[in-house]
């Protein structure tokens, strides 16, 4: 009896561990370009000065046929275009790229072919580290937006409906029109604020271009304090070196982002993520951000790691350009996300971070086998996903006793 008794309570505990690790809490924050999700309609930013700034209808995107019907105080505005420099002004600025993506324009791009890509995009989210977590990532961070409609739209196909996503966007100057956002499962994440942080570059006569701006949310995930940064930096257009100071611009504005988060409370946990348009070693991320890429390195002056540099130095890829690797899309967490002590996680800390590359997504044939499966051949629509593979990373942390 006693002999039964014994192997009862070994049965037990052994039950109890199993049952333990089977409740490791973990979470998926991810990042993708979803090259060029517009919708069908020629648009137009408004921007109604009136307004407070920090109230959406400040600057919208509205269909150009409407604007005809909308207020304007200068029909040719020639200043500056930031938030401040327009209040008190109602004007309107036509979005480069929009007339591109339209029934009209060469790519004939029709409501099929934006459903399409909705349904593409949505499928990568919804997979992205489901294979660690059973379930789709709670964060995400998205470019190449055209408007918080299309994000909007995204989170209702059926392959995310299901997680009741809510959706963060700012409109941007971008001389395109293309902006960036977040989705959040909404009941396990709770947003506590967010903001757009402008960028600020110059070409080679002194003239502003303007570019994407960087877009910060903090909230609680999982009821652990969180900070997101979302970035899309200027891209490598007229050569690598010419092009660098108006990324190192972006990196030093990121990091004062950074830094004033983490002064204000240093247990938050943060993410940096985005399509920065230069890899991990780079003067950008690894002078200006002060990003390193390995855990020993981390210090009081170099407190951010960069998950993707491991990958990087292994030769793995987010993109590819004129047969050149890059791993341009990464994503970088606060040294607080990192424990060498894997035995003992009360709070979040980083399990695993990947770029997303399933076969799906993979280029099977021709002079682009092995890149990204991009959505557009010149203006052909090829059914793909992306011109960049996503990049996730995986927390866990131990249940609560």
Known sequence: MKNILSLIALFSISLLFAQQKKQV???????????NLWDTVRSADYIDGTKDISNPAFHRSVPLDSVKYLEVTEK?????????????????????????????SGKNY?????????????KVISEMGRAYTNTAPVVVGMIEVENRQVMEDIVKEPSLAKY???????????YRGIDVGFIYQKRRFTPSKSWKKE????????NREYTRDIVVLTGFLDNEKVAFFLNHWPSRRGGEAA?????????????????????????TKMFAMGDFNDDPISPSLKNYLKAVGNPKDLSETAPYLNLMYPLYKNGVASLAYQDSPNLFDQ???????????????????????????????VTKEGNYKGYPFRSWSGDQFTGGYSDHFPAFVVLQKDPTP
Request: glycine share 6%; no cysteine.
């Open 243 to 267: 092009s660098l100071p108006k990324r190192n611009a972006a990196a030093a504005i990121l990091k004062q982002q950074m830094d004033s988060v983490k002064a204000l409370d240093p247990s």
């Open 199 to 206: 960028v600020k570059i110059f070409g080679s006569e002194g």
């Open 25 to 35: 809490r973990a979470a998926t924050v991810g990042f993708l370009n979803v090259e």
């Open 110 to 122: 029709d409501y099929k072919i934006y459903k399409q890509k909705l349904q593409n995009e949505s």
């Open 164 to 174: 009741d996503y809510g959706v963060i966007h700012y409109n941007s100057y971008d």
């Open 331 to 361: 994503i970088i967490v606060s040294s607080n996300l990192y424990s060498p002590n894997k035995e003992v996680r009360k709070d979040y800390t980083v399990f695993k971070a990947e770029i997303y590359a399933p076969a799906y997504l």
């Open 76 to 104: 040719d505005y020639k200043g500056p275009w930031n938030d401040q420099s327009l209040i008190g002004k109602k004007v309107v600025r036509i979005q480069g790229g929009s007339e591109e993506f339209t029934p009209k």
